[in-house]
């Protein structure tokens, strides 16, 4: 009887505990959320973009680690909260003495002495949680999990900016190279016009070396572009992660839009950020590990208990009076460590300290880039403006030269370099132009990935 109430004991710590914690298991469990953000990039209205995006967020190598590392950390998280839980497991023997010398028990003598025991238990042990040491190491745990989330999501954030700022970059390859081949055409015509008026004696060498030179000049300044393109395409390619992928579509120059910026924006909007909810996240971490380290110096309790059968005989092992049954609680306390659990306590109260500064250091130097992309944002539309204003004035003058050529009052060469001059004002505004989308995009990246179109001071 006594044997079955024990039993009934130990069953139901077993049962109850687990319902108890598993509460805490579905409050405190939090699940890896992928950081997407479509709805983002569709504002510049390229669908390549937006198709583009959908196969990085697929198929990015960097991404699935991020996402793997997230899932990795739940599982730690579920390993932590099993040591919450009582342990139950199988630890038998089946032992046999072989016949051996005489063995003496006091005045029994027993000779050729050889003997079997075979011990069949389930054993049972929980720590009892009284000062809550356990759940706030889960609870910690639960925290670093959180960090590892905010890190997932500074991925999303960091690859698909600089995947779209490279795209940008692409496209403005491809006008700056059309240009530029434009203007080594020109270029070409200009130096047979000049060795023309050379052979007929109307120029000197010099000149003609000189337009050649330039000629160099601008091939040169092609090739360097064209390098940039195959560079730009093979980061973009990568981004992708589809070692197959040989042709990248895009779209052209002409389609680019600018998303409306707000002038200003006010600094609370920094608390979004992944490396500020990091690093608050950190302190909070860092906090409850002090609390911990604190109560590693308080007594442990830990319920034990064993129903099975012990017998000598295996024909026995399952007879009435072979079960076996025991419970107990063993207290323990750690009396000298060698001054280790201070050290540690110590340890964690330093790094409570660092967790505070790393937080200041997120702020001032989030505060910092949110101003940077703003300047950009205002720098580069100011410097567009002013391309566009000369890009229009050289327009004019080469409307002017043409009308001037037309009715003969100007050369076909003097035409050629009046040409030449718009299309390097042109050059000037493309390049404007193109930091200004890559001056927003900077500028979502600053601000930790959320929309601030409809944001304002």
């Not at 042990?125 to 639960?142: A, H, M, P």
Request: glycine residues 4%; hydrophobic residues 35%; aromatic residues 10%.
């Amino acid at each position: 009887m006594k044997n079955l109430k024990l039993l009934i004991i130990i069953l139901a710590i077993l049962l109850i505990a687990p319902k108890t914690l598993a509460k805490t298991k579905k409050n405190e469990a939090p699940q890896p959320i992928t950081y997407m953000n479509l709805t983002w990039w569709s504002k510049y209205n390229d669908p390549i973009l937006d198709n583009y995006m959908t196969l990085l967020y697929k198929n990015n190598q960097d991404l699935k680690i991020a996402t793997i590392k997230a899932k990795q950390s739940q599982q730690i998280m579920k390993q932590a909260f099993a040591n919450q839980l009582p342990q139950l497991y199988f630890n038998g023997y089946m032992q046999r003495d072989l016949t051996a010398s005489d063995q003496r028990f006091g005045d029994v003598l027993i000779s050729d002495y050889n003997q079997a025991h075979y011990f069949l238990p389930l054993t049972m042990s929980y720590e009892v949680d009284i000062w809550g040491e356990n759940y706030l190491k889960t609870k910690s745990l639960k925290k670093q999990i959180e960090m590892t989330k905010q890190d997932e999501r500074a991925s999303y954030i960091t690859i698909s900016s600089n995947f779209a700022s490279n795209y940008y970059t692409l496209i403005g390859l491809d006008k700056l190279i059309k240009n530029q081949e434009n203007l080594v055409k020109l270029e070409e015509e200009i130096v047979k016009l000049e060795e023309q008026k050379y052979k007929s004696g109307l120029c000197p060498l010099s000149e003609v070396l000189s337009e050649k030179q330039t000629l160099t000049q601008l091939s040169e300044r092609l090739n360097s572009l064209k390098e940039r393109q195959d560079v730009t395409l093979n980061q973009l390619i990568a981004f992708i992660g589809d070692r197959y992928l040989t042709t990248f579509d895009r779209s052209e120059y002409d389609t680019v839009q600018v998303i409306n910026t707000p002038s200003e924006l006010s600094t609370e909007i920094i608390s979004e950020r992944p490396d500020i909810k990091k690093a608050e996240l950190y302190i909070e971490k860092t906090g409850i590990d002090v609390q911990v380290a604190k109560r590693d110096f308080l007594p442990k309790f830990r319920i034990y208990g064993q129903v099975g059968f012990n017998a000598f005989d295996w024909c026995r092992m399952f007879a009435p009076h072979t079960f076996l049954s025991n419970i107990g609680i063993a207290p323990s306390l750690d009396l000298f460590t060698g001054g280790f659990k201070k050290a540690k306590l110590k340890y964690n109260k330093l790094e409570y300290e660092k967790a505070l500064q790393i937080y200041d250091k997120a702020i001032i130097t989030s505060i910092q880039e949110l101003n940077d992309a703003l300047m950009s944002v205002k720098t580069t539309d100011a410097n567009y403006q002013k391309s566009t204003e000369r890009y229009e004035l050289e327009q004019e003058k080469l409307a002017l030269a043409n009308h001037k050529y037309q009715i003969g009052g100007a050369s076909k060469l003097d035409n050629l370099k009046d040409q030449q001059y718009v299309i390097l004002s042109e050059e000037s505004k493309v390049i404007n132009n193109i930091n200004r989308v890559i001056s927003t995009i900077n500028l979502y990246k600053a601000i930790g990935g959320q929309d601030y179109t409809t944001m304002s001071l």
